[in-house]
């Protein structure tokens, strides 16, 4: 192994271990000796990887980012384009069971926890979101007669809902650890996209 492919290699355990670490406990309650315990990298290891733990953090909501969006792609399928909305919400909600709605979304608790407070952060997180409202737009725009939206509402404003409802949903299941909250927000997009 190339010393290229150990560092690589590193980093990729740091930030998948992190990333554990902050959809647990959030970034503010993380410090840098929780991440060097969890990883059992040394500290000037880490320091030589990610200067501060704020690019340690960018760096796992960078790398999260790159997964949603590939994970988001693959997600929608189906042979309308409200089936495929339809099918990426349920593919988004059987990751969350499968997790046992641990954690909850990395996105959502960041947003709550450090838009405010960090432009960095929220770039980053304003970037997933309008991404993932776009992925739905995009879909809904080119929805015809196969569809039968049951709402007035144009492709963008619904977009929008569908994303705030999935998080919601989210959020609301991470609290009880009852899948039907999120199941209950699904229900509902579904109505709204006539399937």
């Given at each position: 192994?190339?010393?290229t ?25 993380t ?13 000037g ?10 690019e340690?953090?960018?760096a796992?909501?960078?790398?999260a ?9 693959q997600s ?13 919400c349920?593919?988004i ?15 959502g ?6 838009s ?11 970037e ?24 007035n ?6 977009a ?14 991470r609290v009880?650890k009852?899948?039907a909250?999120?199941?209950d927000?699904l ?8 399937k």
């Amino acid at each position: 192994m190339t010393l290229t492919e150990k560092s690589k290699k590193t980093q990729d355990h740091v930030l998948k271990t992190t990333r554990s670490i902050l959809m647990a406990n959030g970034f503010h309650n993380t410090t840098i000796n929780d991440i060097i315990k969890a990883t059992g990298v040394k500290k000037g290891n880490l320091y030589y990887h990610f200067p501060s733990k704020e690019e340690i953090g960018l760096a796992v909501l960078e790398d999260a980012k790159e997964e949603f969006f590939t994970f988001l792609a693959q997600s929608l399928q189906g042979d309308s384009p409200c089936a495929k909305v339809a099918n990426s919400c349920q593919t988004i909600i059987a990751a969350q069971k499968k997790q046992i709605f641990a954690g909850g979304c990395l996105f959502g608790n960041a947003a709550l926890e450090m838009s405010d407070s960090n432009p960095r952060f929220a770039a980053v997180l304003q970037e997933v979101f309008a991404r993932w409202v776009g992925e739905i737009d995009a879909q809904l725009s080119l929805a015809g007669p196969d569809c039968s939206l049951n709402t007035n509402l144009s492709p963008s404003l619904l977009a929008k809902a569908i994303v705030a409802t999935i998080e919601g949903g989210i959020m609301m299941s991470r609290v009880s650890k009852d899948p039907a909250d999120l199941e209950d927000c699904l229900a509902v997009i579904k109505a709204i996209l006539g399937k």
